[in-house]
Nanobody
């Protein structure tokens, strides 16, 4: 079992930055593919970014490319999402997800473990 706890959400004005953190339990964190998804009111949960266990392969949704960066620190069992140049349309609940294999990085169904989510609100 893997438990995921997100933090770092909050209210920020457009153009600002936030860094989300996701702390994972378990001794095999370094073996997991990690991802961030988000869900805005009335919309489906969508991929934001993902990173393979190696930390070398990453994936970003087109809407966040060049603005968001995903990274993982295996020593701290933590994955991060640095969000810059935030826009009002980035407002959503952000969820951390993990899986040992995650065959398709962008698919929600690839991930077994989920956090409770953290709210990000970007005001215009």
């Amino acid at each position: 079992q893997v438990q995921l706890v997100e933090s770092g959400g909050g209210l920020v004005t457009a153009g600002g930055s936030l860094r989300l953190s996701c702390a994972a339990s378990g001794r095999t964190f370094s073996s997991y593919t990690m991802a961030w998804f988000r869900q805005a009111p009335g919309k489906e949960r969508e991929i934001v970014a993902a990173i393979r266990a190696s930390g070398i392969i990453t994936y970003y949704a087109d809407s966040v490319k060049g603005r968001f960066t995903i990274s993982k620190d295996n020593a701290k069992n933590t994955v991060y999402l640095q969000m810059n140049s935030l826009k009002p349309e980035d407002t959503a609940v952000y969820y951390c997800a993990a899986d040992f294999s995650a065959p398709i990085l962008a698919h929600r169904s690839s991930y077994t473990y989920w956090g409770q989510g953290t709210q990000v609100t970007v005001s215009s």
